[in-house]
């Protein structure tokens, strides 16, 4: 249980790494800055309604038993209101952990960004306490995010590896 918390900590940063596009011609297949997060795709499709301009964890990689420090900042085109969520799975190797449905309102709560998210520049750091019992091996986070109505706000996708200590 201690892993599966561990693992949701990557949450709130991903829900909140927002992102919008900066020129409709930019082509981008990663995330600015130093982290192992990146969009689902590449380039991250237009109709995207948040552009992260960085996202960087510290230390990177991250350590079991650390805290982590992650900062990140982007753009909101549009706002995002109450009953937008977040489909969460989390896999260690192959196997999947973790498969949920989260309401977004609650876990941008976490990083002190309230709900309705409001359309422009926005910034955000958050320091977090990495479980020392969280397994070592390769671990895989997809978030997809979405509006109330089903519109996709964003995809990320995190992968991490922890070793044996």
């Given at each position: 249980?201690?892993?599966?918390?561990?693992?949701?900590?990557?949450?709130p940063f991903l829900t909140n790494?927002?992102?919008?596009?900066?020129?409709?011609?930019?082509?981008?297949?990663?995330?600015?800055?130093?982290?192992?997060?990146?969009?689902?795709?590449?380039?991250?499709?237009?109709t995207d309604l948040i552009f992260?301009?960085?996202?960087?964890?510290?230390?990177?990689?991250?350590?079991?038993?650390?805290?982590?420090?992650?900062?990140?900042?982007?753009?909101?085109?549009?706002?995002?209101?109450?009953?937008?969520?977040?489909?969460?799975?989390?896999?260690?190797?192959?196997?999947?952990?973790?498969?949920?449905?989260?309401?977004?309102?609650?876990?941008?709560?976490?990083?002190?960004?309230?709900?309705?998210?409001?359309?422009?520049?926005?910034?955000?750091?958050?320091?977090?306490?990495?479980?020392?019992?969280?397994?070592?091996?390769?671990?895989?986070?997809?978030?997809?995010?979405?509006?109330?109505?089903?519109?996709?706000?964003?995809?990320?996708?995190?992968?991490?590896?922890?070793?044996?200590?």
């Amino acid at each position: 249980m201690k892993f599966i918390k561990g693992a949701l900590i990557f949450l709130p940063f991903l829900t909140n790494a927002l992102r919008g596009q900066s020129s409709s011609t930019e082509l981008r297949t990663y995330i600015p800055g130093d982290s192992p997060i990146d969009t689902c795709t590449s380039p991250a499709p237009d109709t995207d309604l948040i552009f992260i301009d960085s996202v960087s964890i510290s230390p990177n990689p991250p350590e079991r038993g650390q805290n982590l420090t992650i900062t990140a900042s982007g753009t909101v085109k549009e706002d995002i209101l109450e009953g937008a969520y977040v489909e969460i799975d989390v896999k260690y190797g192959l196997i999947r952990l973790i498969h949920q449905t989260l309401d977004l309102c609650e876990q941008t709560e976490k990083v002190d960004l309230a709900c309705p998210i409001k359309e422009g520049q926005v910034s955000l750091e958050r320091v977090v306490e990495l479980p020392q019992a969280i397994p070592p091996g390769k671990y895989t986070v997809n978030a997809r995010v979405f509006t109330s109505d089903d519109r996709e706000v964003t995809c990320l996708v995190a992968r991490v590896a922890f070793g044996v200590k």
